[in-house]
């Protein structure tokens, strides 16, 4: 099993460069936004509670996360290849337990953080937000959403370096020379 974290600010590219992966590689796709933002598109009682939280910026509590990512890892199909985790897990305590559900499993998992410039990053999603209609897509919650990003997901970096599963990859230029290096990066796993 290959299982890849694609970790990196908001508007890195994780889900942009995950569609390649998964076109190369046939991994599972689990992307934790999108899983969010379907739960507040069916207006379901979990969709209701976090809409809120995410259009403030803010990351969803790790309860509910680890309880939707223990769902989707146990009804994984039979045939799986891996899966690229998509924007998760975002805090130290999402990485601790999703270590422990894949140790469980006799798995592991490597990360490919992607490095962007803020000015970047920023320019990218309010890009983003004239056509995306997402309500974390504008100024004021995009600063705070990097506020929280380098408090509460960087710190995962560092978790997964200490145990050798870090790579770095430069987020920085073309969509197709950025999936060059993590394909690279990939290849050598
Ligand atoms: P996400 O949906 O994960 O979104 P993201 O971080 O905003 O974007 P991403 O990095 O995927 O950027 P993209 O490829 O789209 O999170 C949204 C919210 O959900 C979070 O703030 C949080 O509230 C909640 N959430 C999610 N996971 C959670 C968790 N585990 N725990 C708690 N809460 C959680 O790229 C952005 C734009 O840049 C696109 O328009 C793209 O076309 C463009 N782009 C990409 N690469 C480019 C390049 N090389 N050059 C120019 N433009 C590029």
Redesign the pocket.
């Given at each position: 099993m290959l299982n890849i974290i694609?970790c990196?600010?908001?508007?890195?590219?994780?889900?942009?460069?995950?569609e390649f992966i998964v076109a190369n590689y046939g991994l599972e796709h689990l992307?934790?936004?999108?899983?969010?933002?379907h739960e507040i598109a069916s207006q379901s009682p979990l969709g209701q509670k976090?809409d809120s939280?995410?259009s403030?910026?803010?990351?969803?509590?790790?309860d509910?996360?680890m309880e939707l990512?223990g769902n989707y890892i146990d009804n994984l199909p039979a045939t799986a290849k891996g899966v690229i985790f998509?924007?998760?897990?975002?805090?130290v305590n999402?990485a601790e337990q999703l270590d422990l559900l894949l140790e469980h499993k006799h798995q592991e998992a490597h990360v490919i953080d992607?490095f962007?410039e803020e000015d970047?990053?920023i320019e990218?999603?309010l890009?983003?937000g004239k056509t995306?209609g997402?309500a974390?897509?504008n100024l004021e919650?995009i600063q705070k959403?990097l506020e929280?990003?380098h408090q509460q997901t960087k710190p995962v970096c560092a978790y997964y370096s200490e145990k050798g599963k870090y790579h770095a990859v430069e987020?920085?230029?073309?969509?197709e020379?950025?999936s060059h290096r993590i394909n690279d990066i990939i290849a050598a796993l």
């Open positions: 694609l990196g600010a908001p508007g890195s590219g994780k889900g942009t460069q995950s992307s934790t936004g999108d899983l969010l933002r976090v939280i995410i403030k910026g803010q990351l969803v509590p790790d509910i996360m990512i998509d924007g998760f897990p975002r805090t999402q992607l962007v970047e990053l990218r999603l890009n983003r995306s997402r974390d897509d919650t959403r929280v990003f987020g920085m230029g073309t969509i020379d950025i």
